[in-house]
């Protein structure tokens, strides 16, 4: 497979401790996403567990890049963060949804207080280059056992055990952030486990409709132990007692995951008008046939393509820039404003996810439909946003959003503190 460029890997062994701020960095950015778009339909149509692709990511540092910002200068700040995860998600949706998981879990320790654990997650993340999985909320129900659990084993370490599904990375991932309960207390303690343990099983997931690069699966932990120094600290048990800035962290991983939808429709947008454009400048097939870029209609489409996608973006960055000031806030944030970032990470989800699923969807009317999906044809691979908007969006419930943004509108209600996505 294609490895990523000599100026990238340069560029980025060079900056990997510089600030997130740096002109370096979204040339190391472009160059990472045009390397990746090149081979993204070849990629897709194999399925295979993303080891190349996480190889070119820390060639070029970008698992350091996204983690949560320090004292010792590594890591970016939200809207930078954003941006570099929105526009590799325009080049392979899957790589962009894994690059999201492992950016929110890098800031774990900060969302539970500054006396949570002994591990600075986000610094140590990014001196060694980790590419973080797992999840640290609570496990929804599901049939069966499910979930984790932590039982003590003296001296503050515990003995880890059980299965759970995870969503992206766990089958390439260097370090899992994984919930368990604590069989003892029944607090939920967050731990940090190297997957290379051999107690330690991960099995990818069943072929997938789309994000099938995301590097989802099942993982078993078999009597792990965890020792003191790998408990990154506890979520309390009542909702209630939480404090606002630590709720922040299902927004952030809810809000990224929306540059991430958005990132793959602009993909798809871009990639749908080169193939018109090179449509247009082939001769037409008939002598009274017009111009392919002549057509109104066509026009018509891009232009409410266009506009939909930037009404999308601009929803998006207004809840990224709130965002941003509530994990600036920190400590300081309080009810009211944390409810106030809820409504506008609601109102992108809904606008974004919706824009995300009709451009994906009409493109697809827009190149001739005998090649969209052909693996071998000129207009092949456009199938393949569609899948991945619709899995990333799926689970997403639209009603229950805006049920909470009316609400809050209306009654000026707030948004439950919750500590699930």
């Known amino acids: 497979m294609k490895t990523p460029k000599k100026s990238a890997i340069r560029t980025a062994s060079a900056a990997a401790h510089r600030p997130a701020d740096d002109e370096i960095w979204p040339r190391v950015t472009r160059e990472v996403a045009d390397d990746l778009a090149v081979d993204a339909l070849l990629r897709d149509r194999a399925g295979k567990a993303p080891y190349d692709e996480v190889a070119r990511l820390q060639e070029a540092g970008l698992p350091a890049l996204l983690t949560a910002p320090g004292p010792g200068g590594h890591g970016a700040d939200w809207r930078a963060a954003c941006g570099v995860i929105r526009e590799i998600a325009a080049a392979d949706g899957s790589i962009g949804e894994l690059l999201a998981h492992h950016c929110v879990l890098s800031w774990t320790s900060r969302f539970l207080g500054p006396a949570a654990g002994p591990l600075d997650l986000a610094g140590r993340a990014a001196e ?7 999840a640290v909320e609570p496990p929804r129900a599901e049939p ?28 390439v991932a260097d370090r899992l952030v ?65 404090a606002p800035y630590s709720t922040l962290a299902p927004l952030a991983l809810r809000l990224l995951l929306v540059h991430v939808g958005l990132g793959i429709a602009e993909g798809a947008l871009a990639e749908a008008r080169d193939f018109s454009r090179a449509a247009q400048a082939s001769p037409p097939p008939a002598v009274d046939s017009a111009p392919v870029g002549d057509d109104p209609y066509l026009l018509l489409a891009y232009g409410e393509l266009a506009t939909s996608a930037h009404t999308a973006a601009a929803v998006v960055e207004r809840a990224t820039d709130a965002l941003a000031l509530g994990l600036l806030a920190e400590r300081a944030l309080d009810h009211e404003e944390r409810a106030d970032i809820a409504v506008l990470v609601a109102a992108a989800e809904t606008v974004a996810n919706r824009a995300a699923v009709d451009i994906t969807t009409r493109i697809l009317q827009l190149v001739d439909p005998a090649t969209a999906a052909d693996p071998h044809g000129a207009g092949s691979g456009f199938d393949r946003f569609w899948r991945n908007v619709r899995a990333l969006t799926a689970p997403v419930s ?12 209306l009654h000026g209600t707030h948004a439950r503190l919750t500590l699930l996505a």
């Open 144 to 171: 069966g056992p499910a979930g984790l659990t932590l039982t003590p084993a003296g001296g503050g370490a515990y003995v880890l055990d059980g299965r759970r599904a995870f969503a992206s990375g766990v089958t």
């Open 128 to 134: 060694e280059r980790w590419l973080l999985a797992g």
């Open 398 to 409: 639209p009603d229950h959003r805006l049920r909470d943004i009316g609400d809050h509108y």
């Open 178 to 242: 994984v919930g368990a309960r604590c069989t003892e207390t029944g607090d939920l303690l967050l731990v940090l486990v190297d997957p290379a343990h051999p107690a330690v099983l991960a099995a990818p997931g069943a072929e997938r409709v789309g994000q099938r690069l995301a590097g989802a699966g099942t993982v078993t932990f078999d009597r792990v132990t965890v020792e003191a120094g790998q408990v990154l600290g506890a979520l309390p048990h009542d909702e209630h007692a939480v």
